[in-house]
């Protein structure tokens, strides 16, 4: 195979990374104006407008309560770019201390770890979320909380699995040599090296996480039912469509669907060129 073509591949990933940012950082950018510049005086109950289906003035219908579903779905998705971006971070941090922790500091950190990740792991999944979040007391520190201490397993397992390949590495032999910490090697050696894991981690983790703020506040778990979050619309809104009211679980469902699915193919993307495996294939 020659070079140019061996290149291919890995010049195609590299674009379809920079198509899926771009496309990621346009929702991004549209879902922030939108809950910084539209009205909130369209989030009012409305009697007069109450059920209307979608309009010029009104591109996604309102509400039982005559409230614009389109502000409402835009302010709920940037509500759950905020709470996704907070909890993958927090679970990326725990990921990896706990992963550089186990490889690092002996067999007994190490089994300590494993036994809590097994443990965490065995807890059915949505389950350990809401007991989490109805220990918090709900709301916004609840709903990130009960995620973020759900979704570090995963992660944690690469992490360790990584460290434990480079910590026999030369220059980590010779910085143990030099009398260097475990802290300091892990701060200057180690995190340098798996960075490119975490990263892909928490681009993979952040649909997850919104996907499951959605499941949370859609089963009654977080914000009141005036918040405009997106499953309180939906859930609102299923009752509504044996009623001939489709926009009301449609419009939401397909947006959270849309910043989901992007945020997941860019998650994919940069995985397959920052693994060489994949990126050479």
Known sequence: MSAPTAHRPRLRGRRDVVVSLCVVVLITTCLIAGHLFLNDASLRPNSALRLSPPSFDHPFGTDHLGRDLFTRVVKGLALSLGIGVLTAAISTVISAVLGVCAALLGKRVDGLVSWLIDLSIGIPHLIFMILLAFTVGGGIPGIVLGIAFTHWMSLALLVRADVKQIRSAEFILV??????????????????????????????????????????????????PQTPAVGILLSEGMPHISSGMWWLAVFPGLALLLLVLGFARLGDRVRTVLDPATSNG
């Open 175 to 224: 910085a143990r040599g030099l009398g260097r910490s475990p802290l300091f090697i892990a701060c200057r050696h180690v995190l340098p090296l798996v960075l490119p894991q975490l990263l892909v981690g928490f681009v993979l983790m952040f649909p997850h996480v919104i996907l499951h703020e959605a499941a949370l506040t859609f089963l009654g778990f977080g914000f009141s």
